[in-house]
Structures are given as structure tokens and as C-alpha cells.
């Protein structure tokens, strides 16, 4: 049942908008979804849950913007948060705040590991020690036994639009040659290899 709650949690939004865009034809199944998705929502409600999220760095954009969302979720389902992470994207900072926030009873873990499979040893440490639910966020680990599940964008797909996007502002600005080029942040991080390797394939094909 607890799965099945933590899983509706991150994951009812995104149903509710299926349910929506749905054609007028499907009204009687669109019906049941939504009943079942109001009942679900009573079901986590009455659970008294602590989910705890371990950012990667406080200080970037990006994660907090994933804080602000699954803050709301939260609130909005009765379930208690703890979140912490270190103030920049660094893996040996990063494990002991994990390794305390583990101390605080909780029912499952959110986490974005920072330096991707640096952070391996010891999430896997928390699913053998806690035996509870994780799921990883925008950076994904090469051993997918470790998490319940995997959320992220499509970054590939991201650094292709980006090329795509340049090639535009070049050709509005008369430019018919010229060198171009991109500057990443860290290298060796998942989520920036694939943007580059989309931006890269995306300029060769223009």
C-alpha cells in the first residue's frame, strides 16, 4: 500500500493530464480514472508517511525547483518532508548529509545523486541498511537494482532543441558560416554528457 501511495504521489499529476486530453468518446473509463485517482488521494492522506529528499546542491536552480514541487505534493497529501543536500554538487559532502537524514525514520527517499555512480556505494548502503523505497532525480545510477524508479527530463533530446535553436538565431542574423561551440559545467556528470552529445549531434545534422 505504501508503494502504491508513494508512486501515486509522484505520478497523479501526470495521470490527471492523460485523463484531461482524453477524447470525448473515452468519458465513462475517464470517469473511473478519476474516481480511482480521488481515492488514492484519501488512501495517501490517511498514511502517515515521512519521505525525505537529499538534494544535490541547495544553491542550484534547478533542484530547488523540484523541492518547491514535491514540497506541494506533500502538503497537499498530509505527508511529512525532510529535505537537506549540500550547498554545491559535491558527492563527498553529499553522503554524510544522507547518512544523517537516515537517522530520521524515514519511509522512503528521494534523492539526486550528486556526481551520479559516486554516490552508488552509498545509496546502496541505505537500501541495504533501510530497506526502503528510493527513487533518483535528474541524475541517473548505472545500477538501476538500487532505485524503485528514475525521474528525469530527456536531456539528449534537450541539447538537440538547443542546436536547433541556435541554428536559428544564426541564420536570422544573415550568417551563413562560422564556428560555434558549447560550454558545459562539470564533466563526467550524466545529465551534461547526454545534452552535449544532443547538442553535438544536432549541429552535425544541420
Known amino acids: 500500500a505504501f508503494l502504491l501511495s508513494l508512486i501515486l504521489l509522484l505520478g497523479l499529476t501526470a495521470c490527471a493530464r492523460q485523463a484531461e486530453e482524453a477524447p470525448a468518446d473515452t468519458e465513462p473509463a475517464q470517469t473511473q480514472e478519476t474516481t480511482q485517482q480521488e481515492e ?22 534547478f533542484v530547488t525547483s523540484m523541492l518547491k514541487g514535491i514540497m506541494q505534493k506533500c502538503e497537499e497529501y498530509g505527508i511529512e518532508l525532510v529535505y537537506q543536500g549540500p550547498n554545491k554538487s559535491d558527492y563527498t ?88 561551440a558549447s560550454i558545459g559545467s562539470r564533466a563526467g556528470v550524466d545529465t551534461n554528457e547526454k545534452r552535449l552529445a544532443g547538442w553535438q549531434d544536432g549541429i552535425e545534422a544541420l
Open 93 to 180: 559532502l553529499q553522503t554524510p548529509i544522507l547518512e544523517s537524514m537516515m537517522l530520521q525514520d524515514l519511509d522512503a527517499l528521494i534523492i539526486v545523486p550528486a556526481g551520479g555512480d559516486n554516490m552508488l556505494e552509498p545509496i546502496t548502503a541505505v537500501k541495504q541498511q533501510y530497506d526502503i523505497p528510493i527513487i533518483t532525480c535528474d541524475i541517473q545510477l548505472s545500477d538501476e537494482s538500487v532505485f524503485l524508479a528514475h525521474i528525469t527530463s530527456d536531456n539528449y533530446a534537450g541539447g538537440q532543441k538547443a542546436a536547433e535553436a541556435l541554428d536559428a538565431l544564426i541564420q536570422d542574423a544573415g550568417l551563413t558560416s562560422g564556428q560555434v
Open 40 to 61: 488514492a488521494k484519501t488512501d495517501i492522506k490517511t498514511q502517515d508517511l515521512k519521505i525525505g529528499f537529499c538534494m544535490s546542491n541547495t544553491g542550484d536552480a
